[in-house]
């Protein structure tokens, strides 16, 4: 447990010595990052062999910091956040396999990667308001760069686009922490003692305090109709970085959302629940039926992590138990799951043939190409269709029967968004793998000899088609630990169940999660 | 009333460091120069003037904290300490980033008025009487009317010297028109006096009408819309280093004797904007300019192309925010606009600082004259990005916990209960806003290839140390504010 505050620290630290060895080279900086990433993800996991799941926040630090404003540093962890600590080592260190081939400005692009890993850390293990929103913070500017240096299609405006989301999010989110902060009486910035203090307030103010907390967390989480950031976002974005925008950054919008808002203002959640709840459902089916008409692979993945964070605030929104707990493991399963989705899109795929149109890929036979890329879309695609065996199917179906607890109506319109899921996966799967072979004249064309000047036009080369190199060991490595994750919790869901559900009943919790009970 | 020429000596220590030593500059100046090249005296000159700062900065511990000296005329609290080193701070490293980077043709004289300035500040944040006050105003800004046209090779610096001084001298006419009604009508001049004298006589036009005038003063010297009318050509104009002293110690200096004068002083004139409805007094004026000021300055700065220009509308919208600061002292006490302002000047030293050396190694006016600069100069590139995102409030920097204690300390004397209150909620949402143009000085400086041919950029030492200090003091800050509010709790 004692370990969990020096995931934020030593990622910082990281951070930092990746900067100076990349000043010297790329490869020292890439050992740095993976030694850091690897680091983190064992101090999660060793803090996790000594937790022992109970009803609220464990304390981990306490500190004075600014006295003025009644601001502590307050690290402190419950089930929830100690699997998305897990969640977040995991990807860190996937990501920097993923990101091995990074070249240009190496040391800077672990650097920035490593300081928002620490952000995202940092979110997760905070207490205190003030402490989560700094680190809230932290965790979107690199992103910007992030996109913008290393990216791809539209990278600028994909970069200014999702910042600029993210941080009129993080005003709302000031906003409404502030302003709960001075109606408490200005002494206190603690998340248990705001939550205290809030029954006091008139019904308007807990209404408005909960609207601005919640939109705010909830444009990061990708809800609609404030989501159009993501699939830009996303398809811009180095792979390394949509794997953390849609494996952990989405899911600090979530995570906000039920630890400040939901848990601060339960009148506001009762009064507003089936606003969001619908608002999640629109995401599941709309984001769902955008992603079955996209002709670029990145899109059809970038739609799909809207679809599925839908169901994780739908989750949420639905406020018993069953549900939200079913979303905490959503957030786990979907960050492993969209991780292995855009590594093999955006890694794997794209930069072997410089093309994620679908209708460029249905001329190449990847699956006899790139077979390890195959095997690996085919899985994450099963476990994002929510097949069973795999982490998406307890996730899916906890939400599921926890949101019929609260609304049965509300289950069987979100029901429709695993149909949808299935439609879009499997078309992607079929399209980009599996597309005609009859035709396709290998990666360097058809032989010479076989090559007679008239059939020429006939079959035409693929001109991205010509430096189809093997799948490199890091990248084997990164999607075998994503594989291994999402069938370990497939498997065995009650092990991630197990620290969620106490966590659901502290005090705190059981007053904002009565949906459904009654 | 005993008036003790001892104590008002050691009061005013650090106003007689700054001077002799701008004597000292000029006279050495004038004794040695003609033997040195114009690098060797700027360097020289330097030296003198940071030996100077070091000295005022002595000065201002020893005179220490000691209430009310000569008769009221100053005062020596925790503010005018803080104040005080916070001004011979900023003018240290604007002076620091001068050597191999400024191209003057008489150095010794730049050096001189820029302690000249540095004295009117220092004097500004102890000033604790109306007449003190307007000589320590017009102090500072006659120094900074010549520094601002002081590059007389540039038609800009002149059209920017002429303009400063157009402008602030009809400001400054506005206030000495405020202070003569003040004094009509209260037969004071210092502030304590006037404030029991307007507890006792109560709002009345003629007071409402000597308030508008000071509010106006006080818009233009802190570059607040409507009254910002100067500032982007001045800043774009002026050498660099006189705009970075106009934004930062001025800014800090200007903030702190307004605060003073507004507050402790016509604070049973202030009216009411924390809860409705809305009392009049010069809370509701200055509560206008607040909002104006933010409008204007952040969307203005949406349009700009001119890297000056931009940091003088960023400067705009920053005023707002310091001015709602200033509703706030009255409750909150001066210790989050003191925070704001402090930092504020130290993030614009430092861009400043950069714009400064990126120009004299080529040219640095257009946003894109910063292209590639992560390769002409990593260490310049990486200083950038900490002064631009602690302009834009990215915690964990100081420009983050400036803005942040402010909207606090406005949301806690008011809360949604008054218009304050919303106005506050409305710089949060333009503070988002704001983030758009600050990352488009950094995607140029980050992000963008260099133009062709662009060559590395040297960074001279004391440059170097200048940014250094500036960029850690912006880090340490932000990271620890407590002991700078503690200072005023």
Redesign the interface.
């Known amino acids: 447990m004692n370990a969990l505050p020096f995931t934020l620290y030593v990622s910082f630290a990281g951070a930092v010595l990746a900067l100076a060895a990349g000043a010297r080279s790329a490869q020292a900086a890439r050992i740095v990052a993976l030694g850091t990433a690897l680091t983190t993800f064992a101090l999660a996991l060793w803090a996790a062999t000594d937790f022992v799941p109970a009803a609220g926040l464990q304390t981990l630090v306490n500190a004075e910091?600014?006295?003025?404003?009644g601001v502590r540093y307050h690290l402190a962890a419950d089930g929830i956040s100690m699997t998305l600590v897990v969640l977040t080592g995991l990807a860190a260190v996937v990501g920097v396999l993923f990101s091995w081939n990074i070249e240009h400005?190496t040391g800077?692009f672990f650097a920035l990667y490593l300081a928002l890993i620490g952000g995202v850390f940092g979110v997760f293990l905070s207490a205190d308001g003030?402490v989560l929103?700094?680190f809230y913070?932290?965790a979107?500017?690199p992103k910007?760069?992030l996109i913008?240096?290393w990216g791809s299609t539209n990278r600028?405006y994909g970069a200014?686009k999702l910042?600029?989301y993210s941080?009129?999010g993080?005003?709302l989110v000031?906003?409404g922490m502030?302003?709960a902060?001075?109606?408490a009486g200005?002494g206190n910035f603690g998340l248990a003692e705001l939550a205290a203090a809030a029954g006091g307030f008139s019904r308007l103010?807990q209404l408005?305090m909960f609207a601005l907390l919640f939109t705010g967390f909830a444009v990061l989480a990708g809800m609609f109709p404030f989501h159009t950031w993501a699939p830009t976002g996303h398809v811009a974005a180095p792979t390394a970085a949509s794997m953390l925008l849609a494996g952990v950054v989405m899911k600090l919008g979530a995570y906000g959302c039920l630890r400040v808002a939901m848990v601060t203002f339960p009148a506001g959640l009762e009064y507003f629940a089936p606003v969001i709840a619908w608002l999640a459902i629109i995401g599941i089916v709309y984001a769902g039926l955008v992603a079955l008409v996209q002709e670029d692979f990145k899109f059809v993945i970038g739609y799909s992590s809207v679809s599925h964070m839908g169901f994780v605030l739908l989750g949420l929104a639905a406020a018993n138990p069953v549900a939200v707990s079913g979303a905490v493991l959503q957030m786990f399963s979907h960050g492993v799951i969209a991780g292995l989705l855009f590594a093999v899109v955006g890694r794997m795929v794209y930069e072997r043939t410089h093309t994620r149109k679908l209708d460029d890929l249905r001329s190449m036979p990847l699956h006899r190409l790139l077979p390890f890329a195959a095997v690996a879309f085919v899985i994450a695609g099963l476990a994002s269709m929510g097949m069973p065996g795999f982490s998406g199917f307890p996730a899916e179906l906890t939400i599921l029967i926890g949101t019929w607890k609260t609304s049965p109506l509300w289950a069987l319109v979100a029901a429709t968004g695993v149909l949808i899921a299935a439609a879009f996966t499997l078309r992607a799967i079929q399209v980009s793998f599996f597309g005609k072979t009859d035709g396709w004249a290998g990666p360097l064309g058809p032989p010479s000899s076989e090559r007679p000047e008239a059939a020429r036009p006939a079959v035409v080369p693929s001109p991205h088609a010509h430096d189809l190199t093997p799948i490199t060991w890091p990248e084997k490595a990164g999607a075998i630990l994503l594989i291994a994750a999402m069938v370990y919790v497939g498997l065995n869901p009650d092990s991630l169940l197990d620290w969620i559900r106490p966590a659901l009943e502290s005090p705190l919790m059981r007053a904002a999660l009565t949906g459904g009970a009654s | 009333m005993t008036l003790s020429y001892a104590e008002l000596f050691r009061a005013l220590l650090p106003e007689t460091a700054l001077v002799l030593g701008a004597l000292v500059v000029l006279g050495f100046d004038l004794a040695t120069g003609r033997a040195r090249t114009g690098a060797q005296r700027l360097r020289v000159a330097t030296g003198l003037g940071l030996a100077a700062l070091l000295a005022a900065a002595y000065g201002t511990l020893a005179a220490g904290v000691g209430g009310s000296v000569f008769g009221g005329v100053l005062i020596l609290d925790n503010l005018t300490l803080a104040t005080r080193l916070g001004v011979v701070v900023l003018a240290g490293l604007t002076l620091a980033m001068l050597p191999g980077v400024a191209r003057l043709r008489h150095p010794a004289e730049y050096v001189a008025i820029v302690l000249l300035a540095t004295s009117g500040f220092t004097l500004m944040a102890a000033a604790q009487q109306l007449l003190v006050i307007f000589l320590a105003i017009e102090l500072a800004s006659l120094s900074l009317y010549i520094l601002a046209g002081f590059d007389k090779s540039k038609p800009e610096s002149a059209e920017a010297g002429l303009k400063y001084f157009l402008f602030g001298g009809m400001s400054a006419a506005f206030l000495l028109f405020g202070f003569s009604l003040l004094y009509g009508m209260t037969g004071a001049i210092d502030l304590p006096h006037i404030a029991m004298q307007i507890s006792l006589l109560g709002m009345s036009p003629l007071l409402v009408i000597a308030l508008a005038m000071i509010i106006t003063a006080f818009g233009f010297k802190a570059a607040a819309a409507p009254f910002h009318l100067w500032a982007p050509d001045v800043y774009q104009g002026a050498p660099v280093s006189a705009s970075a002293l106009i934004a930062s110690a001025s800014k800090l200096a200007g903030l702190v004797v307004f605060t003073r004068l507004l507050w402790p002083g016509l604070g049973f004139s202030a009216g009411r904007v924390m809860e409705w409805p809305i009392v009049v007094g010069w809370l509701p004026l200055v509560a206008v300019l607040a909002l104006a000021s933010m409008l204007l300055g952040n969307i203005g700065a949406l349009a700009q192309s001119n890297v000056r220009r931009l940091l003088a509308y960023s400067a705009i919208a920053h005023a707002g925010a310091l001015l709602l600061g200033v509703l706030a002292a009255g409750r909150a006490g001066p210790g989050p606009v003191f925070y704001y302002a402090a930092t504020y000047g130290l993030a614009t030293v430092g861009a400043f600082g950069v714009v400064a050396i990126v120009d004299r190694a080529g040219r640095c006016q257009d946003l894109g004259d910063l292209a590639g600069l992560f390769r002409r100069s990593p260490f310049l590139a990486g200083v950038l990005a900490i002064f631009v995102l602690s302009l834009a409030g990215i915690p964990p920097l100081a420009g983050f916990f400036g803005k942040f204690a402010v909207f606090a300390s406005v949301l806690k004397a008011g809360s949604l209960n008054g218009p304050a209150g919303w106005l506050t909620f409305a710089a949060i949402a333009l503070s988002a806003v704001a983030l758009y143009y600050y990352l488009l000085i950094l995607k140029q400086a980050l992000v963008a290839k260099p133009a062709e041919g662009a060559t590395p950029i040297a960074t001279p030492l004391p440059a170097f140390l200048a940014l250094l200090v500036s960029a850690l003091l912006i880090v340490l800050l932000g990271l620890f504010p407590a002991p700078v509010l503690e200072l005023f709790s």
């Open positions: 910091w600014i006295p003025q404003l400005r800077e003030f929103f700094v913070e932290i979107i500017v910007y760069f913008a240096n600028e200014m910042v600029l941080f009129a993080s005003a000031m906003a502030i302003w902060w001075a109606a200005g103010e408005g």
